[in-house]
């Protein structure tokens, strides 16, 4: 079965800093790939998707994802971190054939140090 | 504005009591789902339906019903609910066609006792 693996359920980093989150999934063939964000007592809401078009893809609040295929894995970044990024960010996948039905990562708690 | 609206947002109830939490969206999407959350382990898709009277078991479905009679409503029922079901449940949407991002209510956070 198909799987989405979030590396770290928590990373923090000071505020200013490099953020990196990873994702990485299992199938050798690409599927469609989204970051999601959850603030504290909010839903979620989609930060970015890929859909072939790009390999790197721009979302909201300055973060981005690349996609790479040989590595399985659609990494976000932000070059600098804010207070207001903390939350926790979801990584998840879908495919045609299972009617893009969103297979999703555990989540990773972004902690900013100020 | 669109949005998917949850009912309630916080609710503390008794095992074996009835009770029912609402899901509307406004944006006359075909597809509707529901997930729970869990400390570690994500989001995990308990039903969903591709549209009205279209409904199918997600991951962990034992203990919950839900329905579809229109397609701007897609109630969670649990019948005879449990400490287990203790947990944040989310509704979500999206258009039926393609491949399109799902749309999220606030939440409702459910504590059997």
């Known amino acids: 079965a198909q799987s989405v693996t979030q590396l770290g359920s928590h990373v923090s980093v000071s505020e200013g800093a490099l953020v990196l989150l990873r994702c990485n999934y299992s199938s050798s063939v690409p599927p469609y790939l989204f970051w999601y964000v959850q603030y504290p007592n909010q839903g979620l809401q989609l930060l970015l998707k890929?859909?072939?078009?790009a390999t790197l893809v721009k979302g909201i609040n300055g973060f981005e994802a690349e996609f790479k295929k040989s590595e399985t894995s659609f990494h976000l970044t932000k070059p600098s971190a804010h207070m207001s990024d903390a939350a926790e960010y979801f990584c998840?996948?879908?495919?045609?054939?299972?009617?893009?039905?969103?297979?999703w990562g555990a989540g990773t708690k972004l902690i900013i140090k100020p | 504005e669109a949005q998917v609206t949850q009912n309630p947002r916080y609710l503390i109830t008794v095992t074996g009591k009835k009770l029912t939490v609402t899901c509307s969206q406004n944006m006359n999407h075909e597809y509707m789902s529901w997930y729970r959350q869990d400390p570690g382990l994500g989001l995990r898709q308990i039903y969903y339906?591709?549209?009205?009277?279209?409904?199918d078991k997600g991951d962990v479905p034992e203990g919950y019903k839900v329905s579809r009679k229109e397609k701007r409503n897609f109630p969670l029922i649990l019948e005879s609910p449990s400490p287990n079901q203790t947990s944040l449940y989310f509704c979500?949407?999206?258009?039926?066609?393609?491949?399109?991002?799902?749309?999220f209510g606030d939440g409702t956070r459910l504590s059997i006792l």
């Open positions: 979500a949407s999206r258009p039926g066609t393609g491949n399109q991002p799902q749309h």
């Open positions: 890929y859909t072939s078009a």
């Open positions: 339906s591709m549209n009205v009277e279209v409904t």
């Open positions: 998840a996948v879908s495919y045609a054939d299972s009617n893009y039905q969103l297979i």
